[in-house]
């Protein structure tokens, strides 16, 4: 009988058999050749189980492994997109952010006009008759006013033009709203929309890619009103005018000097985004 030594259990059941058949019978032999028979069955039986579940289970590795490779590609893919949400939503909120400044200037404009309006109705009402002594109050009233130096404010002329000429820049009327600030600029020098009309000439500019012309208005802005409320834009639409310009290093230090001062202004958070940003490269 031949003997397959490539699997020892069966080499050692066989080996353990033939030592049993050389003190046995014919009869016995038989009984014996049908138990190992039904033992090699019962051990193939095992093996081909065996077989089959070692398939089913690298079936199983195969597909959790092209689910992982799907999942990491969802991942990086969820990643880049993250990435660049945060990149335009950086790039985009300080255009926003100054459109929605620009818009709320608009309301509080118009309702310093409706106010104003409102005074003026309200003083023509509360006019003496003309008789003698009223003419005698009034006069003196007069001259009283004529011997005071009134400190200027915004008329409801100044801010139709000014109104006017904000509405050009957001149309995109850039040229045209640069020429409206200026002849409103020339017209009302010392009011509180001044400094924002020289902020809206620089936006004008940078509107249009000019940022030398728009270094220039938001620096005639720090020098003239270094109290107004546009100080922090202005300095930030100067250091993104720089790094525009491929001034790094003074965009930088613009940058810095804007979070000094004004540490609490939005301004200065996006300031800070930027300084990040320029380090890190």
């Known amino acids: 009988m031949k003997i397959d030594k490539k699997h020892p259990v069966v080499f050692l059941l066989l080996l353990s058999v033939n030592i049993l058949l050389l003190g046995t019978t014919s009869e016995q032999n038989k009984k014996v050749y049908e138990l190992m028979y039904e033992d090699i069955q019962a051990l193939k039986l095992q093996v081909q189980e065996l077989t089959e579940a070692m398939k089913k289970v690298t079936g199983d590795l195969q597909v959790i492994k092209e689910q992982v490779k799907l999942l990491g590609e969802l991942v990086r893919k969820s990643q880049a ?3 660049n949400f945060k990149n335009e939503l950086r790039s985009n909120l300080p255009f926003q952010y100054q459109r929605l400044q620009g818009r709320l200037e608009e309301i509080q404009f118009q309702l310093n006009s409706l106010q104003e309006s409102l005074q ?9 008759r003309a008789d003698e002594k009223g003419k005698s109050i009034s006069k003196k009233t007069e001259e009283h ?6 400190p200027q404010v915004v008329t409801i002329p100044a801010q139709e033009m000014y109104n006017n000429a904000y ?6 009327n850039f040229d045209l ?16 929309l001044s400094d924002n009309a020289l902020y809206w000439i620089g936006e004008s500019y940078y509107s249009q890619g000019k940022y030398i012309e728009a270094i220039e208005a938001f620096n005639e802005l720090l020098l ?18 720089l790094l525009n310009m491929g001034k790094k290093e003074e965009a930088l230090a613009t940058f810095k000097l804007l979070v000094s001062k004004y540490p609490s202004q939005e301004e200065s958070r996006l300031a800070q985004q930027k300084i990040k940003e320029l380090v890190e490269k």
């Open 145 to 150: 006013k004529s011997d005071t130096a009134t």
């Open 167 to 172: 509405g050009d820049y957001l149309k995109g």
């Open 81 to 83: 997109e993250e990435n």
């Open 224 to 241: 003239n009103y270094p109290s107004g409320d546009k100080v922090p834009p202005a300095y930030l639409k100067k250091g993104m005018s």
């Open 120 to 128: 003026q109705l309200e003083n023509l009402g509360l006019q003496p």
């Open 177 to 192: 709203a640069i020429e409206s600030f200026r002849l409103f600029l020339q017209q009302y020098p010392n009011t509180p």
